[in-house]
């Protein structure tokens, strides 16, 4: 399978954070959407903590409980439908090519929450898969994971 046939079956994965506008805009992270080497990533992000209650009416914060950190179950559905052939070494050594990054999603009354999100670049992905010399299968029903 070629890189771009590849390129096409990772879009059917793509699954953006739960706040893209707030990841993009923060001071963490720059991604460039006009970039041509950035082509999509697949993502799982969740709350590690932060704040809820402060409104108009109600100046007390609240702490916001972290949430269990997620499993990475959209990578791997991809893997498990596409690359059935990889090994436990190849998949524990994927690791490596898995980032995470801390963001803050602030509201206009300043209520705010602290959230991790994990990802995998889709040209990372690929070159793992092409350096491993993982065969990948086009199954034509291929699923598409939901938040």
């Known amino acids: 399978m070629n890189k771009s046939e590849l390129m096409k079956l990772l879009t059917n994965y793509n699954v953006e954070p739960a706040s893209f506008h707030d ?9 460039d959407l006009k970039d041509p080497s950035f082509q999509g990533f697949i993502s799982e992000s969740w709350v590690v903590g932060g704040t809820t209650g402060n409104n108009l009416w ?6 916001l409980s972290a949430e269990p950190e997620k499993s990475f179950d959209i ?3 991809f893997l ?16 490596a090519y898995i980032n995470e990054q801390d963001y803050r999603v602030t509201e206009y009354y300043g209520n705010n929450s602290e ?8 040209n990372d992905l690929i070159k793992f898969i092409e350096k491993n010399k993982i065969e990948v299968v086009n199954k034509e029903k291929s699923l598409k994971m939901k938040k």
């Open 23 to 31: 990841y993009k805009k923060s001071n963490l992270e720059k991604v």
């Open 58 to 63: 109600v100046k007390e914060d609240e702490l």
């Open 75 to 77: 990578l791997d559905s």
């Open 80 to 95: 498990m439908n596409h690359c059935p052939s990889i090994t436990l070494i190849q998949y524990k050594t994927l690791a």
């Open 115 to 122: 959230m991790r999100l994990k990802y995998i670049r889709f």
